[in-house]
């Protein structure tokens, strides 16, 4: 049986901030308990088109 669930918003951003933040992708999959995979995907298909604006305080 497949486990698989879509990223929600909160998810995607959270991983905008921690790749932002210059944090390898296994690392990020392990802070949010996601698959690596899944992670790396999101990075080569969405993260590059996405415009979102971090500010880091």
Do not use: C, H, P, W
């Amino acid at each position: 049986m497949n486990n698989y669930t879509q990223l929600t918003e909160k998810k995607k951003v959270e991983i905008d901030i921690l790749l932002k933040q210059g944090l390898f992708i296994r690392k990020v999959a392990s802070i949010l308990e996601r698959s690596y995979l899944t992670i790396s995907i999101y990075k080569v298909i969405k993260y590059q088109k996405r415009k979102v604006f971090i500010k880091m305080i």
